[in-house]
Structures are given as structure tokens and as C-alpha cells.
């Protein structure tokens, strides 16, 4: 019997019982569950072709999408399994294959303090104008952590909040805030019309789901400038690549004029990595955190080499400092709580020697 609606939500439920943040589920191969970082084959038989073009009616399901699926190659998409989960899903062919990867987004929102991040991500949530970056590969938790600083927003301040997304993927409730969410396709045409709209529907924030071209930018910066909190993403590993990439977004003569609104308005970027606990059961996030300061501005600026920045966020740590951590700083910290082992910091830190001769130090 081919895959059907119920097969696809015990699928769901297993992955949810077992922690997985994604399903991938391919033709000829059976599904697998991202669980702790490692792909775990499930306990089943392969998916058919067959298979595939069912699972692929019941989560894509619009017409206009269904009608072409024999030439569809790619799309992303969302849905909801009431009471269990909300799913963010990918559609994509290889090899003449169709393959879906399935994203798992909890129905709770997170709060900061459940993630166990630095307190200094709710000094942030307090900005009133500026941009804020999240930044990471993909699967390293942005999406949650902006939700858990849209959701501590939304307790404390009696504010507009506009999110632009695709899709959307927490759905935050209104408490001390009124939130609306926008949703590409569904509620708006694309991230530059919903974003020039926003403007003008009043908000204190935005958040824009990803950073992903020049007219994205330029309004997130045009909407900083006029006294707004901007919060979004970008595929970047630190604070240096991710000013690196948004410069190199435009041409060369406009570049001058972007690095000083980049150092006007960039208020933080906050970059981060899963790390394998110490037990092995779960996962923790490793975060570099860069306040902007007089110093970045420079960078930013060109006044002062950008190679300068990491030892400016060092610098920003501890007393006195503005909240900036390293990777570094924040690894070591994670292992002396017990909360990875010193063979996953020693993976991760950017200085094998640098961290053993802090051991020996402290």
C-alpha cells in the first residue's frame, strides 16, 4: 500500500519521541532522522517512486503546485500537525529522484532562558533601533534562538512586532506585543514588497527570515536608520565573514557608503554552532557574540583592519565589557560547566594549543 497520511504522522511522531530536528525521506531509501547531529536510519522499507509521489501530494497538497509536479525540481513550503509539531519542508529532485527534507519546528516557543543562552541575548531583545544579526550554517538553531528573542520581546514590551518569513515556522501568540507574521506566498509576494510595506504598518520591530539579497539589505538598513529593531539571519560563520558578505552585495562603488551605514546601524550579529553534549544525549549551542563598539565601527569603516574584530569581541568580555564572547571564550566556559567534553572543545576551538595552555593557566 502506498505511503498515505497516516504513515507520514507516525513518521512525524517518531522523529518528535526521538528528538530529531530533520527527516529526509528519499526515493529507493528508507527515511533517516537527523538525531544529535548523526543521520539514524529508520526501521523500515525503502520508499518506493511511487511512495514518494504520494508523500510529496499530501505535504505539497496546492493545486497549483500539484498540477506541476512532474516538472517541479525544487520548494520550499511549510504545514502543521495540530497538537504534535509544525514542519518547514524542502522538495527537491536528484538523479531524476525526488527527495524531501522535513525540518522540525516545535509548537512551544522557546525562551532564552530554556536555550541556556548568554543573558546579554535579552540586553539585545531591548534595543529599540539597529540591526541584529543571526548567523550559522544551516540546522545550527538561528531560527530558534531568534524565536526565543522575539518571544522575550513579546513579554516584555507593548510594541508592533512584523515578521517577514518563508515560511513562517514558531507561531508566537500575542502577549505584551501584537505580532503579525507575514508568510511569502500566502500573506505577501516576496521579502522586498513585504519588507517596503512594513514600513508602513507602523512596526518597532522586524524580523526578516533571511538576509538574501541587496534590496533585503537595503531596507533592513533604510528601516534600522529610522529608529527601528531589525532582527534576521544570514549563512555565515562569524561577524567577520557576515560583514564581509553583506559589503560584498554590492557593487564596488557603493561599498564606502554600505560600510558606514553597516557601522551606524549593525547593533550585534550573533554566530553559532551545535555541539555534541558531554553525555551524548542532546546538543548545545557555541555562540560568538559582537556588540558593535567604537572599535567595530573602525573595522567596519575600513578606518582599522576587519582582522582586528575577534580580538575586539575577546576584549568585550567579562567586567566592564559590552557582552562580546569569542567562540573560544564561550567553548572553554561550556566545557568547565560540564556541559561538553574536552575532546568536542578541543574540535571546535580555533586553537588546540591556545585552549590546553588556558587549562594549565586556570
Do not use: W
Not at 13 to 30: F, K, Y
Not at 154 to 176: F, G, M, S, W
Amino acid at each position: 500500500m502506498p505511503f498515505n497520511k497516516t504513515n507520514l504522522i507516525n513518521l512525524v511522531q517518531l522523529a518528535v519521541q526521538h528528538g530529531a530536528s530533520d527527516i529526509h525521506i528519499r526515493s529507493g531509501e528508507v527515511p533517516c532522522l537527523r538525531i544529535r547531529g548523526d543521520l539514524v536510519p529508520v526501521k523500515t522499507n525503502p520508499l518506493s517512486a511511487e511512495d514518494m509521489k504520494e508523500v510529496s501530494k499530501i505535504i505539497l497538497h496546492k493545486k497549483e503546485v500539484l498540477e506541476n509536479l512532474g516538472s517541479l525540481t525544487e520548494y520550499d513550503g511549510g504545514f502543521a500537525i495540530p497538537g504534535l509539531c509544525r514542519i518547514r519542508f524542502n522538495f527537491f529532485r536528484f538523479n531524476r529522484k525526488i527527495g524531501l527534507i522535513l525540518r522540525i519546528v516545535k509548537e512551544s516557543i522557546p525562551t532564552l532562558e530554556s536555550l541556556g543562552l548568554p543573558k546579554v541575548l535579552m540586553h539585545i531583545a531591548q534595543q529599540q533601533r539597529g540591526l541584529v544579526l543571526v548567523t550559522g550554517a544551516t540546522g545550527s538553531g538561528k531560527s530558534t534562538t531568534l524565536a526565543g528573542m522575539i518571544d522575550y520581546i513579546n513579554t516584555n514590551r507593548a510594541c508592533h512586532i512584523i515578521t517577514v518569513e518563508d515560511p513562517v515556522e514558531y507561531l508566537h501568540p500575542q502577549k505584551t506585543a501584537r505580532v503579525s507574521q507575514r508568510e511569502i506566498g500566502k500573506d505577501t509576494k516576496d521579502f522586498a514588497s513585504a519588507l517596503r510595506g512594513a514600513l508602513r504598518q507602523d512596526p518597532d520591530v522586524i524580523l526578516i527570515g533571511e538576509m538574501r539579497d541587496i534590496e533585503t539589505v537595503q531596507i533592513a538598513l533604510k528601516a534600522a536608520e529610522t529608529g527601528h529593531i531589525v532582527f534576521s539571519t544570514i549563512h555565515t560563520t562569524d561577524a567577520i565573514t557576515s560583514i564581509g558578505r553583506l559589503i560584498s552585495m554590492f557593487p564596488p562603488e557603493e561599498q564606502t557608503e554600505v560600510r558606514k551605514r553597516l557601522a551606524e546601524n549593525l547593533y550585534a550579529t550573533i554566530s553559532q554552532r551545535m555541539l555534541k553534549n558531554a553525555d551524548g544525549t542532546g546538543v548545545v549551542i557555541a555562540q560568538e557574540i559582537m556588540v558593535t563598539s567604537p572599535g567595530i565601527k573602525e573595522c567596519i569603516k575600513g578606518e582599522e583592519s576587519i582582522s582586528r574584530i575577534p580580538q575586539i569581541i575577546r576584549e568585550g568580555r567579562g567586567k566592564g565589557g559590552n557582552g562580546s564572547q569569542s567562540f573560544d571564550q564561550n567553548i572553554m566556559e561550556l566545557y568547565e560547566s560540564g556541559s561538553i567534553t574536552k575532546e568536542t572543545a578541543l574540535s571546535a576551538v580555533s586553537s588546540q594549543s591556545d585552549f590546553m595552555q588556558s587549562l594549565i593557566v586556570n
